[in-house]
Structure formats: C-alpha cells, structure tokens
C-alpha cells in the first residue's frame, strides 16, 4: 500500500514562508513524478507544483515565482517551499505520487496539510 506523509503546514502571516515535505514510503517501486495539490474550501483541487525523476518541474501560473519544489537525495522526498505567501494561498495542499508497478501506472495521494495565510 502506497503511503505518503506530508508536514509543514500551519499558521504563517501574508509574506511569510513555510515547506511542506512528503515522504513517500519505501515500497514505492518506480516513481515517475511527485507533486502538490491543493484545495481550498469551495474550490477544485488545482494542481501547485510537480517535479519528474528527471527533475523537470512545472508550477501553476499563480505561484511562480514563489515556491520551489525540490526533490530530497533519497527520491522518494519531495519538498514544496513556499514564500511571500497570500491569504489566496491557503489552502489543503496534497502530496501526490505517480508511480509504475508491473507496467501500469498508478496514482495516490496524501492526508493534506493544513496552510492558512493570514492578511
């Protein structure tokens, strides 16, 4: 069973910074991608950040220039620092993995994390 743990949410004030981690578990046989997702209440999940295992990255127009998103030396980390933040950005954020097992590739998801941006 796929399993992801994420950290670094909480409270932080509108320009100030906070990093998100997931760790994904060790039985995660070939991870093609890692990202975050986030919902706010009353809205979609929209896609934050994803980074490939070629380290190609992509970010939502709304955050450019902002965050960052990382990969840990193990592979299976991938971080998400965000800064200047906006009362906009709060949100769930989600980890997110993509991974191939047996030539079928396969999805899931984290708990979410908690971030609130206070004006």
């Known amino acids: 069973q796929v399993q992801l743990v994420e950290s670094g949410g909480g409270l932080v004030q509108a320009g100030g910074s906070l990093r998100l981690s997931c760790v994904a578990s060790?039985?995660?046989?070939?991870?093609?991608?890692m990202g975050w997702y986030r919902q706010a209440p009353g809205k979609q999940r929209e896609l934050v950040a994803t980074?490939?295992?070629?380290?190609?990255?992509n970010y939502a127009d709304s955050v450019k220039g902002r965050f960052t998103i990382s990969r840990g030396n193990a592979k299976k980390t991938v971080y998400l620092q965000m800064n200047s933040l906006k009362p906009e950005d709060t949100a769930v954020y989600y980890c997110?993995?993509?991974?191939?097992?047996?030539?079928?590739?396969?999805?899931?998801w984290g708990q979410g994390t908690q971030v609130t941006v206070s004006s």
């Open positions: 980074i490939t295992s070629t380290d190609s990255t």
């Open positions: 997110y993995v993509r991974f191939v097992e047996m030539l079928a590739e396969f999805n899931d």
């Open positions: 060790e039985s995660i046989p070939n991870i093609k991608l």
